[in-house]
């Protein structure tokens, strides 16, 4: 059926880190590399003229974009073991602090799947791709794990390294 069909498609887009539409890729402060346009064909480096050209384009070729959105899973710490479904803190909005004696925020949550287990997140990558760090949703004990899309050039996530 429909709805089944355009929740597995949700699925496949979250695994892959591919967000979409006005509330995934809000209008007027998304950066298109920040949301891997470039890396989905959706920005042309040679031609064109849109707003924000000047930016995207000395961005790309610099070669350093400090956040992108990328797959995330959930993973509520507050009882052990573990439930398999977080708390309602688990809201598409949501800003992601590091987790520690300092609490900074390093992004924001994009999508969330139904069971509160999976979604987007667009995160600095330097902390969401360094293993060390701990990343919790705001005002919750809900882990956020961060996962680099096999898709993805070898380059991406490596540019303050």
């Given amino acids: 059926?429909?709805?089944?069909?355009?929740?597995?498609?949700?699925?496949?887009?979250?695994?892959?880190?591919?967000?979409?539409?006005?509330?995934?890729?809000?209008?007027?402060e998304a950066l298109p590399l920040e949301y891997n346009l470039a890396g989905l064909g959706a920005v042309c480096f040679r031609k064109g003229c849109y707003i924000g050209q000047?930016?995207?384009?000395?961005?790309?070729?610099?070669?350093?974009?400090?956040k992108r959105v990328m797959p995330a899973t959930f993973q509520d710490t507050s009882t052990s073991p573990p439930p398999p479904c977080p708390t309602t803190a688990v809201v598409a909005g949501n800003s992601v602090l590091t987790y520690?004696?300092?609490?900074?925020?390093?992004?924001?949550?994009?999508?969330?799947?139904?069971?509160?287990?999976?979604?987007?997140?667009?995160?600095?990558l330097q902390q969401a791709l360094n293993p060390a760090s701990e990343l919790r949703v705001e005002d919750s004990e809900?882990?956020?794990?961060?996962?680099?899309?096999?898709?993805?050039?070898?380059?991406?996530?490596?540019?303050e390294q």
């Fill in 100 to 124: 520690g004696d300092e609490k900074k925020k390093m992004g924001r949550l994009s999508a969330v799947t139904k069971d509160l287990t999976r979604g987007l997140a667009l995160l600095r």
């Fill in 142 to 159: 809900v882990a956020v794990r961060p996962l680099r899309p096999q898709w993805w050039p070898s380059q991406w996530g490596t540019e």
């Fill in 1 to 28: 059926d429909q709805r089944s069909s355009e929740y597995n498609y949700f699925l496949w887009r979250l695994e892959h880190g591919v967000a979409e539409g006005p509330v995934e890729i809000p209008s007027g």
């Fill in 54 to 66: 000047e930016l995207t384009a000395r961005s790309h070729f610099r070669g350093v974009v400090r």
